[in-house]
């Protein structure tokens, strides 16, 4: 006579455990919080993680080359990288890389536009995540994930964005025990995987 009694408490049992996925579920995606709409890629997880390092300086002016002047980056990028030629070295020795890697991310995320505006809020010629605009969306369990980082119209400056992204490089670089490609991975958006730092690794190898 106590198995319809059992069954009852089954029965019961059932919206509760229902209502327990859901809240596991909800949780595990309000840890990071991004726009669902218009397509925006989430930025990757290792550059929230570094919207909290202390700002970089403000940038020392660089002397940029004439067009006949020379420059050490490989002859094979368009003018629209070459164009910045006397900054990329610049910061790229500041931060200890070599020029055409830094030649090699502008060319894939900007294409040497110092204007360009991605679909998730990233600006500028390297594509640095500010802490406004559409980048002041995305939420981490602290707070605003880019609160510390500089704003859209500071990395519209083309020399205060290679100098805080090349710096940003650089730091991710020394966090992977100078792994490039893991460093780049986390640099680049979060749903492009390894897929983003093997393009920029094999423009760097062909342009060189």
């Known amino acids: 006579m106590?198995?319809?009694?059992?069954?009852?408490?089954?029965?019961?049992?059932?919206?509760?455990?229902?209502?327990?996925?859901?809240?596991?579920?909800?949780?595990?995606?309000?840890?990071?919080?991004?726009?669902?709409?218009?397509g925006?890629?989430?930025?990757?997880?290792?550059?929230?993680?570094?919207?909290?390092?202390?700002?970089?300086?403000?940038?020392?002016?660089?002397?940029?080359?004439?067009?006949?002047?020379?420059c050490?980056?490989?002859?094979?990028?368009?003018?629209?990288?070459?164009?910045?030629c006397g900054l990329i070295i610049t910061y790229a020795e500041q931060n200890g890389l070599p020029a055409n890697l830094i030649?090699?991310?502008?060319?894939?995320?900007?294409?040497?536009?110092?204007?360009?505006?991605?679909?998730?809020g990233a600006v500028g010629l390297l594509q640095v995540m500010p802490r406004d605009g559409i980048a002041a969306n995305f939420t981490c369990s602290a707070g605003p994930c880019f609160a510390s980082r500089p704003t859209r119209n500071e990395l519209q400056d083309p020399e205060y964005n290679l100098a805080y992204g090349t710096h940003l490089l650089a730091s991710l670089i020394a966090r992977y025990g100078g792994d490039r490609r893991d460093a780049l991975k986390a640099y680049g958006p979060m749903d492009a995987g390894y897929h983003y730092a093997d393009t920029v690794l094999a423009i760097y190898e062909r342009y060189q």
């Open 72 to 84: 050490s980056i490989g002859s094979s990028y368009p003018q629209s990288i070459q164009r910045w």
């Open 2 to 38: 106590k198995k319809p009694e059992v069954q009852k408490v089954r029965s019961a049992m059932l919206p509760c455990v229902f209502v327990g996925c859901l809240l596991v579920i909800w949780l595990g995606t309000t840890a990071i919080s991004a726009p669902a709409a218009s």
């Open 103 to 120: 030649a090699a991310v502008m060319l894939q995320e900007s294409g040497g536009d110092p204007q360009a505006y991605s679909a998730s």
């Open 40 to 70: 925006q890629l989430s930025p990757s997880v290792l550059a929230i993680e570094t919207a909290t390092e202390a700002p970089v300086a403000p940038p020392v002016k660089a002397v940029v080359p004439t067009a006949d002047g020379p």
